[in-house]
């Protein structure tokens, strides 16, 4: 039982003031000498007299009258608690992490406020808010909102109030549901109801509730009249759970509101009529009033942790106490660190009660067990079964465990509590007996090779030696490890993990720097090649950095030798790379692409095959016409000619050589090579091709069609010498809407500028982010010249004039068709210029335009051109069959787009027949082709063609004329070709891929006969011009094809060789090493014998490939035989405490001495009659020198042995950690008990040594706790 004192004059006045020093009997504890303990009685003072708290009443409560208003400041804290029975996420094993979490981060991210969550011994949630106010009112509703469990409560005030409590656009309603973080919903208008509903906490129900009701009190037209009460009479006015004031309301019929005790108001609100108003006024001063007299205070201390429990679930324990003894009971605020609770009431009703708040606040306990932190998850148990086997027992009790603290703290009802301590002791104490634990120092750097690849090595460790090894997180940077377990357990695995730390310290690290675009060629497709480095110094551990480190360091890792021999491997792969790397762009004409890619890519094949490079062409519907071949140096340059040849055969392409000196390259290229690109699209796209910056060298090679490489070579040579003599820029702005104006139709415009001036004019490219920047460059007088020309035309344009055009209206629809694009392309080619025709309907035929005034004059000339090729216009009918339509318009229509383009013509297809009924037997094959098409249209006319087979073109004749020649030449015809029906289904490929690909790269249906058929007739479908590559590619392929079977033929021979069995294993080799190096040195496949098939006869051995290598192969696989005849096999004894040193981790020394000697080691299996016999096997000389080197080993190893078990023997088991004293606990002097006292012990049964307060209280026989 927890002691309580009555307090000091001084600090009794820090809580209430109102006590007289004369009337109450102090007992002050000596402060001054601690170790002195106190007295039984200055522990233990006796009550107040009654007469001294009734007088003490009288005393003035003007210490609490006065509050200072705190300094605001623009950040605010606040604590808000969300008790256990409230919270909407119970799971205790989810604290910190899951969906609670979640909600947390979301609140602080959306309102800007900071959140820190705590977990009290109640289980219940303490959340700190800090920030600005309104991002804590926000933050505080959504915590609300998510977090605690919501409850609704309904309020009814008149529906003319309800405007009042929403406010001015809603913000009264919005600050009311901050203030109160709740949710209140109005009924709209039209809603006949009055009833207002409340969303939220219990708390904050009230809150809105109270608020809500003023407002309307404040709006009633009946009475309102306020009474201002003390708020330590507030539960006096209300009665136990608001019995009395309900009571009141009831009878008097008035509203009376009372703010509940977490709103701050002393303000008691009555409304009603005037009446009744004054009798539930004059009555509740009357309790006020006598309250006031009757009522006295006593302060007591009760420990902070058990207000809790005096509080009770929801504070009924307190209005219990209310309601059984009348006496208030008042607690300090949880921020609070004041631990004096304060009971008012009636002097002969405050010991009743008293005890029953003592009762309360002693109806649990709270202990703590002594245990080793390093226990505590021991205690627990996996997944905390050991734990739950107490607390199923003893629900009720609440076992804490805090880390690095050596105890575990219990909290419950006493007996429960008492119970679970005793069995939690026996725990611990068992432990202790049987448990060990170590901590040992190695390096952190280490810690993740001790690890292991995902914990291999740990986990081994942990298995073995059955301990649990704590390795601290890398980002800690500590050096402890922690390894608990069985004693032995736990020496064994401290020796082998400081072996382990030991044989890393030995070792060593090398930064290599390769370049990053290097490293992925470097591991390989699925880390192919790093394997097979790995494989080759198995010792070295190969580090990669990530990706987006962007790091160039690759960090090797283990025995000094091998590292150094990875580097140079791998310095040697490298520089390969770097050598093979060499890139080169060729710029090569968008025309001859596809002949230099060659039929089926024959030619673009062998060019790479020749120079052992490779070589990218760009996508065919990318503007890009460069070809960058990538491979070493001089192969690059072997490949660029040969390019450049095909390019120079195929078309008259000139190349010339013109010398400008260095130093003006750069000048000429211009910014971002804006200068010569200029050049080189003015002269027909020819290519202008400078050499590497530095170099020195004066020639720039023009490469292009012969008038074309004139052009710029004049146009370079004029622009170098400006550039020689004096080179003037001036930049000038136009929108971009212009430019195109400016430059006419062909450049015409600023062609005719520039021979006027001779000054160079640049415009923005669609990849220059300036798009309004005009350059003019060229001598000061021309640049001057241009600039004035250009700034008229750019005037002109800025001048927006409107005139009008007469169109016939038949003509309208041509220019508004396809959503205007007609107008879109005159407006994109003449600055902008606005077109707009009359509205659909109207027989208007004025057509307006809007714009600069040239823009308009040029675009209303090109209307009335568009007109002229309307009228005209004529229709031609192209009968083509229906089946051929589709093959014409080509992949969405791109085919027919084309044609309307070059020849700018309409182009209409007629609807498709679906059954066309004259048709015989319509068999159709699997491409849509149909049989006999000498069975169309027997009965009709065979000169009249179908209405379906009938395309419309529209356009002047002429054009009409051409694109029906360009339409009838897209008509698909079918050629056969003979192929062998065995080869078909090479010719089709895995589920049609080869036939796929053909048909793809020659823009052809090729139909393959069906099986049944056996057909060598293959038929290709296609354009003319598209069908002899087809059919050429096809017979390509076939004789590909016949020339594999042959060489398959070839290589199907087979050769057998007699081998005795026992030599097998040796030549199949460790993982069948060394079979594989056969096979792969001499390209056959090797086959053994099934040893479990005894028809099949066990000395031979199969060899199939070509004739040549599988004799070869023979010779290589007798030549081993050869060897093996010569071995000896002989038997060492070494001693068996040696053999793991000597084998070493994962078998690498054995490997290691086994490599070196070139023989075989053999160690005894466990449970063999000789533990020490060692066989070794090899030839002779091998088989001595290695058996005299693993003897020198196993003495080196044996003294090191001897010394650790001589060692050991002396060792003593490491002591337990001393249990810690056990506590005095709580002394005092001449105590009733102390054997020197002349006071005897108070006898408990007596009523005189212990009086009764009042009416005996009655235990609870479920004390609330928390739930489990």
Request: hydrophobic share 35%; glycine share 6%.
């Amino acid at each position: 039982m927890s002691s309580v004192a009555v307090l000091t004059q001084e600090s009794f006045a820090e809580h209430r003031s109102g006590l007289a020093q004369q009337q109450i009997k102090v007992a002050a504890l000596n402060s001054e000498d601690e170790s002195d303990p106190p007295t039984y009685k200055d522990a233990f003072p006796p009550l107040p007299e009654k007469s001294a708290c009734l007088e003490a009443a009288q005393e003035p409560a003007g210490a609490w009258g006065n509050k200072i208003r705190p300094i605001k400041a623009s950040i605010i804290t606040q604590v808000f608690h969300v008790p256990l029975e409230e919270r909407k996420y119970k799971d205790m094993n989810q604290f910190g992490e899951g969906e609670q979490a979640k909600i947390c981060l979301e609140i602080m991210q959306r309102t800007g406020a900071h959140l820190e969550l705590s977990l009290a011994k109640d289980q219940g949630l303490s959340i700190m808010v800090s920030g600005k106010l309104e991002a804590v009112m926000k933050a505080r509703k959504d915590i609300v909102a998510r977090l605690q469990t919501q409850a609704s409560a309904t309020v009814a005030i008149p529906k003319e109030h309800h405007r009042f409590v929403i406010g001015k656009n809603g913000e009264k309603l919005q600050d009311l549901e901050l203030k109160t973080a709740t949710k209140i919903q109005i009924p709209r208008p039209e809603d006949p109801s009055n009833q207002i509903k409340i969303t939220g906490t219990k708390e904050g129900i009230e809150k809105a509730r109270h608020e809500v009701l003023l407002i309307s009190a404040e709006q009633d037209k009946r009475a309102v009249e306020r009474l201002d009460v003390e708020k330590v009479f507030h539960p006096f006015i209300a009665g136990p759970y608001n019995k009395l004031v309900g009571e009141i309301m009831q009878e008097t019929g008035t509203r009376i509101n009372i703010p509940p005790p977490s709103v701050n108001r002393t303000e008691i609100v009555f409304t009603g009529e005037k009446e009744q108003l004054a009798q539930a006024v004059a009555r509740i001063k009357k309790i006020y009033e006598e309250k006031k007299k009757k009522t006295t205070t006593i302060a007591v201390e009760v420990k902070k942790s058990q207000h809790k429990y005096v509080i009770g679930p929801k504070g009924n324990s307190l209005q219990e106490i209310l309601e059984r003894t009348g006496v208030s009971v008042e607690i300090p605020p949880t921020d609070s660190s004041s631990e004096t609770v304060i009971l008012r009431g009636e002097p002969e009703k405050l010991g009743q009660a008293l005890t029953e708040v003592y009762a309360k606040a002693n109806s649990f306990t709270v202990s703590s067990v002594s245990a080793p932190s390093w226990l505590h998850r021991f205690i627990i148990g996996k997944k905390g079964q050991n734990l739950a086997k107490i607390t199923q027992q003893m629900p009720k009790v609440h076992i804490e465990f805090t880390e690095g603290e050596d105890k575990i703290t219990l909290e419950g009802p006493t007996e429960d509590v008492k119970v679970a301590q005793e069995q939690i002791e026996a725990m611990v104490k068992d432990l202790i007996n049987r448990m060990d634990y170590v901590e040992i120092n190695i390096d952190h750097k280490f810690h993740r090779h001790l690890i292991g690849k995902n914990g291999a090595n740990i986990n081994r460790i942990k298995d073995q030696y059955k301990v649990s090894v704590r390795i601290p997180p890398d980002n800690d940077k500590s050096n402890l490890i922690r390894i608990e377990g069985d004693p032995q357990g736990v020496q064994q695995a401290k020796k082998e993990l400081l072996e382990l730390a030991s044989r890393m310290e030995n070792e060593r690290t090398k930064d290599l720097i390769i370049e990053q675009r290097f490293h992925r060629t470097i591991i390989g497709q699925k880390g192919e090649r790093i394997r097979e480095i790995r494989d080759k110094f198995p010792e070295v551990i190969i580090n990669f950095p990530d990706p987006a480190q962007k790091s160039d360091i690759v960090q090797l890792r283990g025995p000094k030798n091998e590292v150094e021999k990875c580097t140079k491997y791998m310095q040697k792969m490298v520089a390969d790379l770097v050598e093979n790397s060499y890139s080169i762009a060729v710029p090569i004409f968008k025309q001859f692409h596809k002949n230099i890619i060659g039929k089926g890519g024959a030619n673009i094949k062998k060019i790479r095959e020749e120079s052992n490079t490779k070589i990218d062409l760009p996508a065919e519907n990318s503007n890009s016409e460069t070809i960058i071949i990538t491979g070493k140096r001089a192969n690059c340059e072997v490949a660029r000619s040969r390019i450049l040849s095909i390019q120079k055969d195929l078309a008259n392409i000139t190349e010339v050589e013109v010398s400008i000196p260095s130093k003006l390259h750069n000048s000429l290229i211009g910014t971002k090579g804006r200068l010569i690109r200029s050049i080189m699209e003015e002269c027909g796209g020819v290519h202008i091709h400078f050499p590497t910056e530095g170099s020195g060298i004066d020639t720039v090679v023009i490469r292009g069609p012969a008038p074309d490489v004139e052009k710029a070579k004049r146009q370079l040579l004029h622009l170098a010498e400006e550039k020689q003599t004096k080179s003037y820029t001036v930049d000038l702005r136009a929108k971009p809407e212009y430019h195109k104006f400016l430059i006419g139709k062909g450049g015409g415009n600023i062609r005719k500028v520039r021979d006027n001036t001779g000054a160079r004019i640049i415009f923005p490219t669609s990849e220059d982010k300036d798009q309004e920047l005009i350059t003019i460059i060229g001598t000061e007088e021309a640049v001057r010249e241009a600039q004035k020309e250009l700034e008229i035309l750019i005037k002109n344009l800025d001048n927006v004039v409107e005139d009008c055009m007469l169109v016939d209206p038949r003509h309208h629809r041509h220019f508004v068709i396809r959503r205007g694009q007609v107008l879109r392309e005159i407006a994109e080619e003449y600055g902008g210029v606005m077109v707009s025709f009359p509205r659909s309907g109207t027989q208007s035929d004025k057509v307006t335009l809007k714009g600069a005034k040239d823009c308009v004059e040029a675009a209303k000339k090109r209307i009335q051109e568009i007109i002229e090729d309307l009228e005209a216009q004529v229709t031609m009918e192209c009968a083509i069959p229906q089946k051929y339509h589709r093959s014409i318009m080509g992949p969405k229509g791109s085919r027919i787009q084309q044609i309307t383009r070059d020849y700018g013509v309409q182009i209409k297809f007629p609807d498709r027949e679906e059954n066309p009924a004259p048709i015989v037997e319509p068999a159709v094959q699997e491409n849509g082709e149909e049989i006999g098409e000498g069975k169309y249209m027997k009965e009709a006319d065979p000169s009249s063609p179908r209405k379906c087979d009938i395309i419309i073109i529209s356009g002047r004749k002429e054009k009409c004329e051409a694109a029906k020649e360009a339409l009838e030449a897209l008509v698909p015809v079918t050629i056969e070709v003979e192929v062998p029906f065995d080869l078909h289904r090479y010719i089709i490929g895995q589920k049609g891929s080869g036939i796929r690909k053909m048909m793809d790269e020659f823009e052809v249906n090729i139909q393959v006969p069906a099986p049944e058929l056996q057909s060598d007739i293959i038929a290709i479908t296609g354009l003319v011009a598209n069908l002899d590559r087809a059919k050429a590619g096809l017979l390509e392929r076939v004789r590909e094809l016949q020339a594999e079977q042959e060489d398959r033929a070839l290589r199907s021979f087979k050769l057998n060789v007699t081998v005795d069995p026992k030599y097998h294993p040796k030549i199949i080799g460790r993982k069948g090493a060394v079979i594989t190096q056969i096979r792969m040195e001499h390209e056959v496949n090797i086959q053994f014998p099934d040893k479990d098939d005894e028809n099949q006869p066990q000395d031979q051995i199969t060899i199939t490939g070509y004739e040549r290598n599988t004799e070869a192969a023979r010779d290589a696989i007798m030549k081993i035989v050869g060897e093996l005849e010569q071995m000896v096999s002989e038997d060492v004894s070494l001693d068996h405490r040696v053999h793991a040193r000597i084998i070493g981790a994962r078998g690498k020394a054995i490997r290691k001495i086994m490599d070196e000697f070139k023989v075989d080691i053999r160690f005894p299996q466990s449970g063999a009659p000789d533990p020490n016999c060692v066989t070794v096997t090899g030839l002779p000389d091998n088989v001595e020198e290695a058996i005299d080197h693993i003897l020198n080993l196993e003495e080196e190893y044996l003294a090191d042995v001897v010394d650790t078990e001589a060692l050991q023997a002396y060792m003593k088991p490491p002591a337990h950690e001393e249990a810690k004293a056990p506590s005095k606990g709580f002394v005092v002097r001449d105590a009733p008990w102390a054997s020197g006292s002349s006071e005897k012990a108070p006898d408990m049964s007596s009523s005189e040594d212990f009086p009764s307060f009042g009416a005996q209280v009655a235990p609870k026989t479920l004390p609330w706790g928390p739930k489990r």
